[in-house]
């Protein structure tokens, strides 16, 4: 019976996994598509415009007549494309953000994968993603691509340093690399206070992770026709796309939970709060795009390494100073 | 840095400002009477057809999408036999107003000529011609031209002497 | 070469000329109105100032006019000088002040002096505050529109019109600021060559009526070089379309032929073109007696090419209208042996004894500009004021050479016009007009003689054997006439470059024989002798050269071979000969097929008609009255129903025999014509071949300017179509290519870059190619010599001998299919001797009737006392005289009497 018991208890929480992990999907895949629309909103009330009202209420249908479109679209691989790669690229961006939501805790208990390497596991996933970019510019056999690629390889990996060397203040904080406990550290006071540094710098480090404007140097329209997706049409452009939008819900989720509190507030259930927290953050991203243009490639490198890196440096020093201080009383 | 935040805030007030565009089709832009739309030919102010079939207007389109054929009635009037624009190759410059000589033909504000066959794009006289005098009331191109017509003989124009008379001793 | 300093800049030029015209040449513009290259000098309207520098170190300088300045070496001008703008603004400004505000209503507006030269003066606002003066207008004709206010009393017309040309009803009128240029009343233009007062008026008094109908602008005309069709001359002109239609004729200019002018005959005799009786798709008739049906274009081609599998033979009627090609193409088709040429008998001996008498003469044959420079000039037997217009107006100035010697001795120069004819108001140059018929060059004659054409040859061959004792000398003369001949003999030996001009209006082969006698014997005194003769039509030498027979010929052999079938081009039989002959001829054998543009008599009596291209839809070659190939382009762009005759043959031919050459092209049937016939050499070089560039591109028919593209044909359909292609030439239809090309024969139109009136003729310099029928080698003048001195002439009891009177406008076929042409066309004339008038009791104006065995025809009668005794003159070309051989003795009587 106790067998059973377990058994029935690992069926159970086996459903509830699944459960949790068709959820997250489903919110963080609907979350993105809404942000296809709601970022044209937005934008749209920041230029004094309406933005898309005119397919459903509110213009919401628009969400699905872009994804019928995409979905219809003709899917054309280049002759002179590296196929297999071409096609292989897309769907590692997909793969790799989409993944790192499995460590993202949305309330106390929901969480798909609580592993106490949460933090580690999203440093690596996104790492993974840079292989994306540089692989779909290569794949696709043309200049501009290539260009592109080339640039997110430099952009995406420097950045990637200063990503992980500013949430190393909070982790030294909270003592521990798991998302849950992290959040739980922040329960009398969020790290955006001690870790302000931190917190500005990862913002940054996030924009240029998923190449986002003002740092969208690896796609530059103006320069570079579409960059490292110039190629890239149908569904494949379509992942590239969506894959830029869950990055934009992962990163403004991961700084919910690392610097405001995750779950934490008053009155209103955990998840609720996440979303609120989460949905502020998202519309930071937009309206940073509504207004602030994007620097030159150089000015954007020498910016990382010249100031970004002592600074991440710096605030892991003072922190692991008053840590060990605090530590020491 | 500084800078950074006061831009992103100066953008965030535009949340609540009156939004610059309009909800056509309910709602209709204002449209100067000198917008240029839909091209017409005008009426003098006796009702006649003010084109004369100068050919200017065609000669100046720069898609030379404008083709007519001058013709003069019996008492050396001219007005044109047929008057075709391609409104699928116009580009609205306005060169062909500025180029003619008796306000003839004049742009509008008039932009909603959507068709789905193009051949319907394809403007004659009959579609042209409006009743009015357009822009430019009060203009009549025979009364300052020298060359006389039924109603205008020779002289009679403004700013012209009676004719000589050859056969006078005085001149 | 000279050097002159043009703003301080040395330029070579020819001595000779003056400032104006060496500075236009230059390449330089200079605004100026009154001077015409071909009516030179006379300072009127002072545009042309420029500051004339006395030496380096001068910088004050005069204003002169430049037209009445020689260029001189190491002469120091400028025009850009300050004063001398300043002065010609002023000038502009002068004549703007009465010019109307017409120019969108004025035919000339586009293609005006004035507009050019006002541009270039930089005149833009009229600063005179009073009133604009203005005139009543009159009614010049059906060619000529008068518009009396735009004038700014240039002078030009008269000076054309009178000086020129030597018509005398349009006159200066008035004074000061009432100049008034115009006849003395209302009424149509005497002159046979006032169409050029289009081109001569430098804005728009004088303008093109017969355009005004189909008004278009120049920019718009697709326009090709072309050839006159209306006399044998040739004249060279410039064709314009829009649209499928010809809209008018321009002048081109050619140095040995017509220079810069033209007649009316030729200017708008245009609109046969665009005639309600053009035949445009192929027509059938289904049996003999039934109507002419439309059919398709390639069972056409099949039905006559069926015509030559049943073995009997076709005959082949070719004809002086049609182009070189197209008679060779049918020659080709048919077999040398039974081409014939739609002539009478005596037209045809007449034609052959003409181009024999040229390519045999000692003497050379004279351009139109050799006879205009001729010293001394004697008409023989030909109106060529009615025949050959042109050729008049050559004569006319060749009437000048005296006093142009004379002035060249006094120290004038020779383009100082005013000058030059007031000097030499009592000098004129030896002219012998001796014609069966009144001329309008009487006036200038300074010998008259009109007699029936055989009295005519006597004083001819009596000239002949006054210059050379060994000619043969006619028997009997009057010690008058023989006075008379000795004085025109001694005149023509002593005068330099004498000319003599005759040709087949008389319809008498003897006037030829004499004309080619003293030319021979003239040569004998006078190594500068020259010989111009007219022939009937367009390529009437051309069509010589192919060696076909006459009309009676082909009856004949029509009736002995038993023809299956005769293909008729581009001839109306019954003008050609007697209508039995005709009648027989498209009766007799089982098939008429007749290619032609028009539908004529002869055509009405076809089984099959293919419709052929006027000369404004085809190109091809036609050889003039002096032996010149002249190569003539399409201005209308190939359509699907017809055709130029030489494609139909060549498709009629590909489907008759495998073994018939392929022409694709007009240059493959050229070069084919060149290697097969001998006499054709040198066709080629009439014009650069259809594979020519200029700088690898082909010339532009259309003006860079051309509108209304994506809109003229938008109404039936909007999507548009390309430029339709040319392989007979290297023209295009399009814009694109090369606007003012080098080539002569390639000139499609005049412009020059802010130069957009004709008279950007003045920056062209490109010579035709000397592309003539070369003369006939080991011939002997002596042939000549065995032709005899016909009987004087002696008038017979009941009958009249009725000599051939022309009209330019009623006697040739094509003209009189333009509406304005025939609007002035007379009905058909006889011009009686007043005794025999009175013999026959008919007054001025009445019904006469003329007939002979088989004829007879009505006229209505005119009296004059140039008419000898016993013989008349009658109009030719008419409907109502059609079919009678003229000269013929004839019975006259008056309409209704017994």
Redesign the interface.
């Known amino acids: 019976m106790a067998v059973d018991t377990e058994s029935g208890r690992a069926m159970n929480q086996t459903l509830v996994m699944a459960g949790t992990i068709a959820g997250v999907l489903a919110g963080v895949l609907v979350a993105a598509s809404l942000l296809i629309w709601g970022e044209r909103r937005l934008l749209a009330?920041?230029?004094?415009?309406?933005g898309p009202n005119r397919v459903g209420p509110l213009g919401l249908g628009q969400v699905a007549a872009d994804v019928v479109k995409i979905l219809t679209k003709e899917d054309w691989i280049p002759p002179f494309a590296d196929k297999p790669i071409f096609v292989l690229a897309p769907m590692i961006i997909m793969t790799t953000t989409l993944l790192s939501f499995a460590v993202i805790c949305f309330g106390p208990s929901a969480v798909v994968a609580d592993l106490n390497v949460g933090l580690l596991f999203f440093l690596a996933m996104s790492a993974m993603g840079v292989y994306s970019v540089v692989l779909a510019g290569w794949a696709s056999n043309s200049k501009y691509p290539l260009l592109g690629a080339m640039r997110a390889a430099g952009q995406m990996f420097g950045y990637e340093v200063f990503m992980g060397l500013s949430l190393m203040g909070v982790v030294m904080c909270a003592g521990s690399f798991n998302l849950r406990e992290i959040v739980l550290a922040q329960r009398h006071l969020w790290f955006c206070v001690p870790q302000v540094l931190g917190l500005v710098i990862f913002l940054i480090a996030g924009f240029a992770e998923t190449r986002r404007l003002p740092l969208d140097l690896p796609e530059t329209e103006n320069e570079l026709v579409a960059g490292y997706h110039t190629e890239y049409s149908g569904m494949k452009f379509g992942m590239f796309y969506v894959g830029e939008y869950v990055g934009v819900v992962l990163v403004s989720s991961l700084i919910t939970v690392l610097f405001f509190g995750g779950w934490l507030g008053p009155w209103l259930p955990g998840v609720v709060w996440f979303c609120i927290k989460t949905l502020v953050f998202v519309c930071f991203f937009v309206?940073?795009r509504?207004?602030?243009m994007r620097p030159r490639y150089d000015q954007l490198m020498s910016f990382g390494w010249k100031v970004l890196l002592p600074l991440s440096l710096a605030n892991l020093l003072v922190t692991a100073a008053v840590v060990l201080v605090r530590g020491g009383q | 840095m500084i800078a950074l935040v006061k831009a992103l805030w100066t953008v965030f007030l535009h949340s609540f400002r009156k939004r610059a565009t309009i909800e056509y089709p309910e709602k209709k832009a204002y449209l100067a009477p000198r917008w240029r739309g839909r091209i017409v030919l005008t009426r003098g102010p006796d009702g006649k057809e003010r084109c004369v079939g100068c050919y200017l207007c065609s000669a100046v389109c720069p898609v030379s999408c404008i083709a007519l054929q001058c013709a003069e009635d019996e008492t050396g009037r001219r007005y044109p036999e047929f008057f075709r624009i391609n409104f699928s190759r116009c580009i609205f410059c306005g060169y062909c107003e500025e180029a003619c000589p008796t306000y003839a033909i004049q742009l509008t504000p008039d932009y909603e000529m959507s068709e789905y066959d193009r051949q319907n794009l394809v403007y004659e006289k009959e579609d042209l011609l409006i009743s009015g005098q357009g822009k430019y009331p009060g203009y009549d191109f025979y009364r300052v031209a020298g060359v006389s017509i039924g109603g205008k003989g020779k002289g009679e124009g403004e700013n012209e002497q009676p004719p000589i008379d050859v056969r006078g001793l005085a001149d | 070469m000279a050097t002159l300093y043009i703003d301080n800049k040395p330029y070579e030029f020819e001595e000779g000329r003056n400032l104006l015209h060496t500075c236009l040449g230059l390449g330089f513009d200079i605004p100026h109105f009154c001077w015409h290259p071909a009516l030179d000098s006379v300072g009127a309207c002072r545009q042309c100032a420029v500051k004339l520098f006395k030496d380096e170190n001068d910088c004050t300088g005069t204003i002169v006019m430049s037209c009445m300045t020689a260029a001189r070496d190491n002469m120091r001008i400028s025009i850009d000088d300050k004063e001398a703008h300043e002065f010609r603004a002023e000038v502009i400004g002068f004549l703007m002040a009465n010019h109307p505000h017409d120019c969108p209503v004025c035919d000339e507006g586009g293609e005006c002096h004035l507009q050019d030269m006002t541009v270039l003066t930089g005149h833009t606002y009229r600063e005179h505050r009073f009133k604009k003066r203005t005139h009543r207008n009159q009614d010049l004709g059906p060619f000529v529109h008068h518009e009396m206010n735009r004038c700014i009393a240039c002078y030009r017309c008269v000076r054309f019109y009178r000086d020129y040309a030597g018509g005398k009803d349009l006159e200066v009128f008035g004074w000061h600021d009432s100049v008034y240029f115009g006849r003395h009343e209302s009424g149509v233009l005497a002159s046979e060559f006032a169409g050029n007062l289009v081109e001569v008026c430098p804005t728009g008094v004088f303008t093109d009526k017969t355009f005004r109908k189909h008004f278009t602008r120049k920019w718009d005309l697709c326009s090709a070089p072309s050839v006159c069709v209306h006399c044998s001359l040739g004249c060279n002109t410039i064709a314009g379309q829009r649209s499928g239609v010809l809209r008018r004729i321009l002048n081109r200019f050619s140095e040995d032929v017509n220079g810069y002018f033209l007649c009316d005959r030729g200017r708008f005799g245009y609109e046969f073109v665009n005639g309600s009786r053009r035949v445009r798709t192929p027509l059938a008739k289904k049996g003999r007696n039934q109507k002419l049906e439309p059919l398709d274009r390639s069972a056409a081609i099949k039905r006559v090419a069926e015509l030559f599998s049943s073995g009997r033979p076709v005959i082949g009627i070719g004809s002086g209208r049609a182009s070189l090609e197209s008679n060779f193409a049918l020659r080709q088709l048919v077999g040398p042996q039974r081409f014939f040429v739609a002539e009478s008998e005596t037209q045809h001996s007449i034609t052959t004894e003409i181009v024999h008498a040229l390519r045999r003469t000692p003497a050379s044959r004279a351009s139109l500009r050799d006879v205009a420079k001729a010293g001394a000039v004697l008409v023989l037997g030909e109106d060529v004021t009615n025949t050959a217009p042109l050729l008049a107006l050559a004569v006319r100035q060749a009437c000048r050479t005296a006093a142009l010697t004379n002035a060249h001795g006094l120290g004038i120069d020779p383009w100082n016009d005013a000058a030059i004819r007031e000097t030499g108001h009592n000098v004129r140059s030896s002219l012998v007009v001796a014609t069966p018929t009144l001329t309008k060059l009487d006036d200038v004659a300074t010998t008259v003689y009109h007699a029936p054409p055989d009295d005519i040859s006597r004083l001819g061959f009596a000239i002949a054997h006054a210059l050379d004792g060994s000619a043969p000398a006619p028997r009997g003369l009057s010690p008058e006439i023989e006075a008379m001949a000795r004085g025109i003999a001694r005149d023509l030996a002593q005068a330099a470059r004498p000319a003599v001009v005759s040709g087949a209006g008389s319809g008498s082969a003897s006037v030829v024989e004499a004309a080619a006698g003293v030319a021979a014997a003239l040569y004998k005194v006078n190594h500068d002798a020259c010989l111009c003769m007219s022939l009937s039509e367009c390529n009437s030498f051309g069509c010589t050269l192919l060696g076909g027979r006459d009309l009676t010929a082909a009856l004949d052999a029509a009736e002995r071979d038993n023809a299956e079938a005769v293909v008729v081009l581009e001839a109306d039989l019954y003008r050609n000969c007697d209508p039995a002959i005709a009648g027989a001829l498209l009766t007799l054998p089982r098939n008429v097929v007749v290619i032609d543009h028009t539908l004529t008599a002869t055509a009405a009596m076809a089984d099959l008609v293919l419709p052929a291209a006027t000369f404004a839809e085809a190109s091809g070659t036609f050889v003039n009255n002096e032996g010149r190939f002249q190569r003539f382009f399409s201005a209308i762009a190939p359509q699907a129903g017809f055709a130029p005759g030489y494609r139909w043959i060549a498709e009629i031919l590909s489907v008759v025999g495998p073994e018939a050459p392929r022409w694709e092209t007009l240059d493959d049937i050229v070069n084919d014509m060149e290697s097969r016939v001998a006499d054709c050499a040198g066709i080629r070089a009439a014009a650069p071949s259809a594979s020519f560039r200029e700088g690898s591109q082909k010339i532009a028919r259309q003006s860079f300017r051309a509108s209304g593209r994506t809109a003229l044909l938008a109404n039936t359909s909007v999507a548009e179509s390309p430029n339709p292609a040319d392989p007979d030439s290297a023209l295009a239809f399009s814009p694109e290519g090369i606007q003012a090309p080098r080539e002569q024969p390639l000139v499609a139109r005049y412009w020059a870059p802010g130069i957009n009136s004709v008279q950007a003729v003045s920056k062209y310099h490109g010579d035709p190619p000397a592309a003539l029928v070369k003369g006939e080698a080991g011939a002997d003048a002596a042939e000549n010599h065995g032709a005899k001195a016909p009987a004087a002439f002696a008038s017979h009891a009941s009958e009249w001998l009725v000599m051939p009177l022309h009209h330019i406008f009623g006697s040739e076929e094509l003209s009189m299919l333009s509406p304005s042409v025939a609007s002035l066309a007379r009905s058909a004339l006889i011009v009686l001797n007043p005794e025999d008038a009175a013999k026959l009791s008919i007054r001025e104006n009445d019904a006469v009737e003329v007939s002979n065995y088989a004829l007879s025809c009505a006229c209505v009668a005119a009296i004059a006392s140039w008419v000898t005794k016993g013989s008349a003159a009658l109009s030719v070309g008419r409907p109502e005289t059609q079919g009678l051989d003229l000269p013929e003795w004839l019975w006259i009587r008056k309409a209704g009497a017994p």
């Open positions: 009330v920041w230029q004094d415009r309406s309206l940073c509504a207004t602030l």
